[in-house]
């Protein structure tokens, strides 16, 4: 009898213990199994690979823009993409255009490629298959409105100089505007006598002429071409992507309605013969860039002030070269012997 008591207690404490042990087997298994808390939920999302790429983006075609120099593909592809995000280009790009537009006013605008204008390079240019999406390139341009393009707001940067920018500013945009109003293509003899007539021959507030036309050369904003021509070497100028996105054919239109003060605002009350000396003009002006004749209103020429895009920094964010950036004839000096040695001994600069 007491050992069947015993066992009898055994095999009930057995019975009572089982449930409560599989019970917490159940909870132990249903704990371990449950996905942990999401974190994110407690605060701010942490921000992704993509923001990081976008952000590093909106830096390097700002930095690139203040050197005036191009935003390449290749550049992008290795300066914040990298080899993960090769594939994220067009999603990095658009989102990086939109933050651009929202928190700057500016946006990335594509380059033209460079027109084939000699011979040699038709002939070249036809041996190549398609270009490759590969060298694409964009400068920074604004997307302010024109009313706040004026050059009482958007004065030229500071760097190095407030003065020697404006200057720049228009030095490269008398260039490009005799260099359209000659067709589109300007030998360099004739442009020699251009730079005579405004005592720029030889040297100009910026720098050396030679060494400026290099500068213009290296940045797109002229393209020096050679050619043989019986024998002999022909050397042009025409117009670099650079230069067709920041000033182009309505930048120069602009330019000279400022020189010749037939700028909007200005013809409020024209008289008959006023109206048709404007008319005269509009229609020589448009003869000579290969465009249509603005229209002539009351109130003066309608869309005088529609001029070409410019650089986001301000000099010459108006799309017109401003009073402020043609350079002053007392500031010249007169080149020392020793730049005269030096420029006659200087290397001539050729297209890359």
Same mark, same amino acid.
């Given at each position: 009898m007491p050992s069947s008591h015993k066992r009898r207690a055994?095999?009930?404490?057995?019975?009572?213990?089982?449930p409560s042990a599989s019970r917490r087997r159940r909870q132990s298994e249903e704990t371990d199994s449950s996905p942990a808390p999401d974190s994110d939920n407690d605060g701010p999302s942490a921000p992704t690979s993509t923001d990081g790429m976008v952000k590093k983006l909106v830096r390097l075609a700002i930095s690139s823009e203040y050197s005036r120099l191009p935003i390449r593909r290749n550049d992008i592809s290795a300066k914040v993409l990298g080899e993960q995000g090769s594939r994220q280009f067009k999603l990095?790009?658009?989102?990086?255009?939109?933050?651009?537009?929202?928190?700057?006013g500016m946006?990335?605008?594509?380059?033209?490629?460079?027109?084939?204008?000699?011979?040699?390079?038709?002939?070249?240019?036809?041996?190549?298959?398609?270009?490759?999406?590969?060298?694409?390139?964009?400068?920074?341009t604004s997307t302010l409105p024109l009313a706040y393009r004026s050059p009482d707001i958007l004065i030229p940067t500071k760097a190095p100089s407030l003065y020697t920018e404006s200057t720049y500013t228009g030095l490269y945009s008398f260039i490009i505007a005799v260099i359209v109003l000659?067709?589109?293509s300007l030998a360099e003899q004739k442009l020699d006598r251009y730079l005579s007539r405004t005592n720029a021959e030889i040297a100009t507030p910026v720098d050396r002429t030679d060494k400026l036309l290099q500068r213009l050369c290296?940045?797109?904003?002229?393209?020096?071409?050679?050619?043989?021509?019986?024998?002999?070497?022909v050397i042009e100028y025409?117009?670099?992507?650079?230069?067709?996105?920041?000033?182009?054919? @309505?930048?120069?239109?602009?330019?000279?309605?400022?020189?010749?003060?037939?700028?909007?605002?200005?013809?409020?009350?024209?008289?008959?013969?006023?109206? +048709?000396?404007?008319?005269?003009? +509009?229609?020589?002006?448009?003869?000579?860039?290969?465009?249509e004749p603005a229209p002539v209103r009351a109130n003066g020429v309608d869309g005088?002030?529609?001029?070409?895009?410019?650089?986001?920094?301000?000099?010459?964010?108006?799309?017109?070269?401003?009073? @402020?950036?043609?350079?002053?004839?007392?500031?010249?000096?007169?080149?020392?012997?020793?730049?005269?040695?030096?420029?006659?001994? @200087?290397?001539e600069y050729e297209e890359e």
């Open positions: 055994n095999a009930a404490s057995e019975t009572e213990t089982t990095v790009f658009d989102q990086a255009q939109r933050e651009m537009r929202q928190r700057f946006e990335m605008t594509e380059l033209p490629a460079r027109e084939k204008v000699t011979i040699t390079q038709r002939r070249a240019a036809q041996k190549t298959e398609k270009p490759s999406s590969a060298n694409k390139s964009w400068i920074v000659n067709g589109g290296k940045e797109g904003y002229i393209i020096k071409t050679r050619e043989m021509d019986g024998g002999e070497e025409v117009l670099g992507p650079r230069g067709k996105i920041e000033v182009g054919t @309505s930048g120069v239109a602009g330019l000279v309605r400022t020189v010749y003060g037939k700028e909007k605002g200005d013809h409020e009350g024209l008289t008959q013969l006023q109206r +048709e000396e404007l008319e005269d003009f +509009e229609g020589k002006l448009g003869r000579s860039l290969g465009i005088a002030s529609d001029v070409g895009d410019a650089r986001v920094n301000g000099s010459a964010e108006d799309r017109e070269a401003p009073q @402020s950036s043609w350079p002053r004839r007392s500031s010249r000096r007169a080149p020392t012997q020793e730049e005269e040695e030096e420029d006659s001994d @200087s290397e």
